[in-house]
């Protein structure tokens, strides 16, 4: 069992940068690959990025490609997702979650706002 506690997010202007945390429970984190979800206002839940369990391999959905940059440190149990070059339509819940993701391991969520 894991889990999964996001923070970091806030209100940010356009141009801006964020850096989100996703600190985890337990023994098996490193084990999963993991992914950095966002869900917006009237929009379904997508993935953005996603790293496997070694760091060796990314994901990046392509609305956020070459502006974040996913992370983790499995020796801290935390996963970061650097957001530079911030947009409105950045604008939403940030989630953690293995990839694929967990039903079972959803959090709260970090809110990012950006401005215009």
């Known amino acids: 069992q894991v889990q999964l506690v996001e923070s970091g997010g806030g209100l940010v202007q356009a141009g801006g940068s964020l850096r989100l945390s996703c600190a985890a429970s337990?023994?098996?984190?490193?084990?999963?690959?993991m992914g950095w979800y966002r869900q917006a206002p009237g929009k379904e839940r997508e993935l953005v990025a996603a790293l496997s369990w070694s760091g060796d391999n990314t994901y990046y959905a392509d609305s956020v490609k070459g502006r974040f940059t996913i992370s983790r440190d499995n020796a801290k149990n935390t996963m970061y997702l650097q957001m530079n070059t911030l947009k409105p339509e950045d604008t939403a819940i940030y989630y953690c979650n293995p990839d694929p993701a967990n039903l079972n391991y959803w959090g709260q969520g970090t809110q990012v706002t950006v401005s215009s």
């Open positions: 337990g023994r098996t984190f490193s084990s999963y690959d």
